[in-house]
T-cell receptor, first 112, second 112 residues
Framework: DQQVKQNSPSLSVQEGRISILNCDYT??????FLWYKKYPAEGPTFLIS?????DKNEDGRFTVFLNKSAKHLSLHIVPSQPGDSAVYFC???????????FGTGTSLTVIP | DAGVTQSPTHLIKTRGQQVTLRCSPK?????VSWYQQALGQGPQFIFQ???????QRGNFPDRFSGHQFPNYSSELNVNALLLGDSALYLC???????????FGQGTRLTVV
């Protein structure tokens, strides 16, 4: 039972443009959401997070939006850079206990 | 400051054998979680250790067991290996009450 879904396995974007990665979840008990980035042969690295009491969190080029009524979150990267090319995982935590439910990932390619 | 370190990086085992994977958490972190990432999937939560006790467990059979030592390092043991246990095993650490986890580079287990 996949409680966190990333329906786009891959995304290609031109350098300088906006990348939008989407994530849907089914469990309304999730109260904390995170995005992790993963390069080949490395472990996931934390990118940005958002609490369920907020609808937006921004950190530099990265912004995460949360729509609780739609059970949907998205990650915006502006402007996209070639170094952003990686697999991005959406994760949800039901009780801020660091027990994460991950999506299947979206492979982002930023074309120079 | 060393991050989360895992050993070994790669491992090949025969079906039916037993395997032990090791993890040293990031300095100052006392909570260790283990995840299994099958090919093309997102990481799946196996269990979490805190104060040398298993605190939470995901949907994995009893063949998967673990241990946490007084220095917070941890082991993941898998008995009676199946071909389907072939995956990347990720260790993540966090400070107690922390809201995000730091991941190691993983151990690639291949069962033949």
């Amino acid at each position: 039972d996949q409680q966190v879904k990333q329906n786009s396995p891959s995304l290609s974007v031109q350098e300088g443009r906006i990348s939008i990665l989407n994530c849907d979840y089914t469990n309304s008990m999730f109260d904390y959401f995170l995005w992790y980035k993963k390069y080949p042969a490395e472990g996931p690295t934390f990118l940005i997070s958002i609490s369920s009491i907020k609808d937006k969190n921004e950190d530099g080029r990265f912004t995460v939006f949360l729509n609780k009524s739609a059970k949907h979150l998205s990650l915006h990267i502006v402007p996209s850079q070639p170094g952003d090319s990686a697999v991005y995982f959406c994760a949800a935590d039901p009780n801020t206990g660091n027990q994460f439910y991950f999506g299947t990932g979206t492979s982002l390619t930023v074309i120079p | 400051d060393a991050g989360v370190t895992q050993s070994p990086t790669h491992l090949i085992k025969t079906r039916g054998q037993q395997v032990t994977l090791r993890c040293s958490p990031k300095s100052g972190h006392d909570t260790v979680s283990w995840y299994q990432q099958a090919l093309g999937q997102g990481p799946q939560f196996i269990f979490q250790y805190y104060e040398e006790e298993e605190r939470q467990r995901g949907n994995f059979p009893d063949r998967f067991s673990g241990h946490q030592f007084p220095n917070y390092s941890s082991e993941l043991n898998v008995n009676a290996l199946l071909l389907g246990d072939s995956a990347l095993y990720l260790c993540a650490s966090s400070p107690s009450g922390g809201l995000r986890s730091f991941f190691g580079q993983g151990t690639r287990l291949t069962v033949v």
